[in-house]
Nanobody, 127 residues
């Protein structure tokens, strides 16, 4: 069983920054692919960014490339999403997700491979 707890959401003005954190349980966290998804009201959940088990491979949605950075700390069992130059269209509930299949080399950008999810944290970008 894996538990994921997101923190760091909040209200920020356009152009501002936030850092989301995801604390994960699980003795084999270092083998999981981790990702962030988001869901805005009335829209489907969408992939934002993902990172493979070593941290050496990342994958980003085109709209966040150059603004968001995903990283992980396999000692602390943490995943982070640094979000800069935030836009109103980034407003959504952000979810941390874990793909516990053994040590993928690539980072899936669809929801199906991710078998554990956090409860979400709200990010609102507004003036």
């Amino acid at each position: 069983q894996v538990q994921l707890v997101e923190t760091g959401g909040g209200l920020v003005e356009p152009g501002g920054s936030l850092r989301l954190s995801c604390a994960a349980s699980g003795r084999t966290f270092s083998s999981y692919t981790m990702a962030w998804f988001r869901q805005a009201p009335g829209r489907q959940r969408e992939f934002v960014a993902g990172i493979n088990w070593t941290g050496g491979t990342t994958n980003y949605q085109d709209s966040v490339k150059g603004r968001f950075t995903i990283s992980r700390d396999n000692v602390k069992n943490m995943v982070y999403l640094q979000m800069n130059s935030l836009k109103p269209e980034d407003t959504a509930v952000y979810y941390c997700a874990a793909d516990t299949a053994s040590s993928r080399a690539y980072v899936p950008s669809t929801a199906a491979p991710y078998d554990y999810w956090g409860q979400g944290t709200q990010v609102t970008v507004s003036s």
